[in-house]
């Protein structure tokens, strides 16, 4: 099955329902202060997350160690709410502080002794990836990066580079620096058919785009919630339930372990995904990252992928008719959640921007991210500053 085929149902760009827009535009405090179009690197997250905060600080100032069976609770549910979000089963899920944390921990399972110690990764992936992998040098594991030759995937040249000798195939859904996509499901096949393995950084899309798991049959995905989730400060990662049984981290915890809370020592390992743990884990960013990820599950994510192209479709319908580089792919199967914009010193004309409150990123290109809490007429506000600032009359 193809990227366009997975995503029939959500690729026709169409804005939320005014008035259920509206209700939901009234969860973020911080829309009424700027029009924020930066989902890609930091979202808005929902006035309710203040209620869980004020709860956390009440728990410590009445600390009583039995409040750690209700935490353990919410970190379970927000682990399983993530996995119904990318059509995983409950159990295949866990978080922690951040993605590094989480990838090294998977780069801990395997031995790298050739032949088959190649790790297939592409130019267009978050820096923290090639960095990691790179570390891991030191045990044989020989990273090869694919080189895209521009905004896109080469995705004949990452078939190329998967043969034989590779053991994983990390890459992004969704470049961070362009916004361009790529196609899983043919990823995988190729993958598969040589016995590698494919981890799947998630971070530019899960919240803003459709990702179905176990259709695909991807082994290993990562991402986090403070970008397209809502949330604040948690990773997460999702391994397929029939792999877990033949991966064992040395970068581990005790509550990775079969007996963690008797408080005694383990064994063996957790069931599914838990065996992934760390230490001691915190709570509270799980905690405050349910509350976004619940208002997104309310809205679904048909709805929310056909929004964001709608949104995205408007950014690259003005920047096309003003004469502005759209460096992101146009067709809508083959973009994320962010339109990156070839502006002349954009990093000047970002702060510019920001200035009056029109709230985007610059990594390399102006990045555009809208997300379901956005609407055209801020998309509009937005392009026109900065087509004043392209014309110098807005200074």
Known sequence: MSAPDLESTADVARPLDAGPHAALRAQFPLLESCVYLNSNSTGAVPRDVEHVLARYWETLRTWRDDVWQGWLEGLARYADSVAALIGAPPGSVVTDANLSTLLARVASCFDYRPPR???????????????????????????????????????????RHIDERTLLVCVPHASYSSGATLDLARLVRRAHDVGALVVVDAFQTVGVMPLDVTALGVDIVLGGSHKWLCGVGTAFLYVRPDLVGDLQPAATGWQAGDRAMTFQPSTGWAAGAQRFAGGTPYPLTSLASQVGLDLLAGVGMPAIRAHSLACTQRVIDRAEAAGIGVVSPTEPHRRGGVVCLDVPDGETVKKRLAERNLICSWRGYLRVGPHVYNTLEEIDEFMDALERQRRGSDR
């Open 117 to 159: 110690n190649r790790v297939v990764t592409t130019d267009l992936e978050f820096p923290t990836v090639p960095f990691i992998w790179n570390a891991f040098r030191r045990y044989g594991s020989h990273l090869d990066v694919v080189r895209s030759g521009g905004p896109r995937f080469d995705e004949d040249a990452l078939e």
